[in-house]
């Protein structure tokens, strides 16, 4: 199995940033790529960015583009993501995910989660 925790979520004012952080523990091994989930009140929960273990390819979804940053540390077993220049839009519960194949936007094909962390922007 593989544990997976969040820190970092707090409020900011828009233009502020914040950095999360997802540490994994337990089967490390078995994951080849992790990525951050988010979902406000009353929406479904979407892909906002993925990382393979490696670093070497990253993904993120448009409205991102440009002010987020996902990284990984496999040292610390730790992925996170840099979020600048946020928006009231960007409020929402953070939830990291880890996946034992090839990246995907798709929340079901991911296997472990972990139990999210609370982004709120105010305006």
């Known amino acids: 199995q593989v544990q997976l925790v969040e820190s970092g979520g707090g409020l900011v004012q828009a233009g502020g940033s914040l950095r999360l952080s997802c540490a994994a523990s337990?089967?490390?091994?078995?994951?080849?790529?992790m990525a951050w989930f988010r979902q406000a009140p009353g929406k479904e929960r979407e892909f906002v960015a993925s990382?393979?273990?490696?670093?070497?390819?990253?993904y993120y979804r448009d409205s991102v583009k440009g002010r987020f940053t996902i990284s990984t540390d496999n040292a610390k077993n730790t992925v996170y993501l840099q979020m600048n220049s946020l928006k009231p839009e960007d409020t929402a519960v953070y939830y990291c995910?880890?996946?034992?194949?090839?990246?995907?936007?798709?929340?079901?094909?991911?296997?472990?989660w972990g139990q999210g962390t609370q982004v709120t922007v105010s305006s």
């Open positions: 995910a880890a996946r034992s194949s090839a990246t995907s936007r798709y929340s079901d094909d991911y296997d472990h």
């Open positions: 337990g089967r490390t091994f078995s994951i080849y790529v």
């Open positions: 990382i393979s273990k490696s670093g070497g390819s990253t």
